[in-house]
């Protein structure tokens, strides 16, 4: 009997650590950890995503897959096999462009604080590319209290793939457009918000910049019901980069990015459908003024809204070359 328990003991932990091993990305230039690191499959699909650490699960590479394409900061890094990514450790060329200055245009205080930049925003169902958005926004923080008072976009474009359907009882085939929207970067200048039982937070610093890592979750024991629709695991992750060695305030803020996983489904579907929101921003100017009239455009998710050609500066963080690659002509500009 007690051979029998330690035999079955020995089994779960095997089999615990077998599902347990990460691959972590490393930079070839530092050695430190490549966050942000996404794997796609040869179908398009985005498999895994690393985290704060580098990390990734390994059992989320399907070897059907058999050719890996690695993006980092919107940049296609190269292909790598199944045999290549199967490490504990791999060693990433980073080096693919120089991190631009923020551009200061007024330094006094005043009321508010003006942050412009770039931004993408994405969203996948079951891995696959369901609608995505780029363009130029300002972010409008209230100086005394540092909260956003209001988000203001300047151009941008938007783009669907044609075979959504939004059949009622097919979640899975659905046109998750209502997901494409700014972050709020509601706690940008507030992070000791996060400092509670809520919230896992994690630093990591760079010899270029000091990243934070904030994540959550919710609905992990019991899903959420309503109008016959299943809502379950719901977790959300958060990456604030900042200047190096700095004190973490609006000035020193240089990239956003999050993602929220969620599973969900029609209570007539078999399975959960794996739906995750992609949100980033990069800023490029900071201004400090007594001025909010700020212009702007409308934001129609049917349509896309530029006068300018925006996307085609180098610094400008284009996933949808990336994403084009895949599907085609399937993914088409509205």
């Known amino acids: 009997m007690k051979k029998n328990y330690i035999l079955t003991l ?7 650590f077998a599902y347990a091993q990460t691959t972590t990305f490393i ?43 690695l993006v980092y900061d919107n940049i296609l890094l190269g292909t790598f ?20 200055p923020i551009v200061i245009k007024n330094n006094k205080p005043a009321k508010y604080l003006l942050i412009k930049g ?40 938007i783009f669907r793939l044609e075979n959504a359907d939004n059949a009622k009882k097919q979640a899975g085939a659905w046109d998750y457009n209502t997901l494409l929207k700014l972050p709020a970067l509601r706690h940008a200048g507030n992070l000791e918000k996060y400092d509670n039982s809520k919230f ?7 010899p270029a910049k000091d990243e934070i890592e904030i994540s959550a979750e919710d609905l992990q024991d019991k899903e959420l019901s309503f109008f016959g ?15 190096k060695n700095s004190k973490k305030t609006l000035r020193d803020f240089n990239e956003y990015n999050e993602i929220v996983f969620s599973k969900f489904k029609h209570k007539t579907e078999p399975e959960y459908n794996q739906i995750i929101s992609y949100k980033n921003f990069y ?35 284009n996933m949808q070359a990336v994403f084009s690659s895949f599907f085609k002509d399937d993914l088409k500009e509205k």
């Open 27 to 69: 930079s070839e230039k530092t050695e430190q950890p490549m966050t942000k690191v996404s794997v796609f499959g040869k179908d398009g699909s985005i498999m895994a995503y690393s985290d704060i650490d580098g990390k990734i699960e390994r059992k989320l590479l399907n070897p059907s897959q058999e050719k890996f394409q």
């Open 118 to 157: 770039n931004f993408n925003a994405y969203v996948t169902v079951n891995n696959m590319l369901n609608c995505y958005i780029d363009g130029i926004a300002t972010y409008i923080f209230d100086n005394k209290n540092k909260k956003v008072k209001e988000i203001k976009i300047q151009q941008y474009r």
């Open 200 to 206: 896992k937070v994690k630093e990591l610093k760079t």
């Open 229 to 243: 629709y299943r809502l379950f695991d719901v977790r959300g992750v958060a990456h604030f980069s900042f200047e």
């Open 81 to 100: 096999s199944y045999a290549e990514l199967d490490k504990d450790i791999v060693q990433l060329n980073d080096r693919v462009k120089d991190i631009e």
């Open 283 to 317: 800023p490029t100017e900071l201004e400090f003024s007594n001025d909010n009239n700020i212009p702007g455009v409308k934001y129609n998710k049917n349509q896309s809204n530029y006068t300018s050609k925006y996307w085609e500066e180098k610094t400008f963080p």
């Open 10 to 16: 020995l089994f779960v932990l095997l089999f615990s």
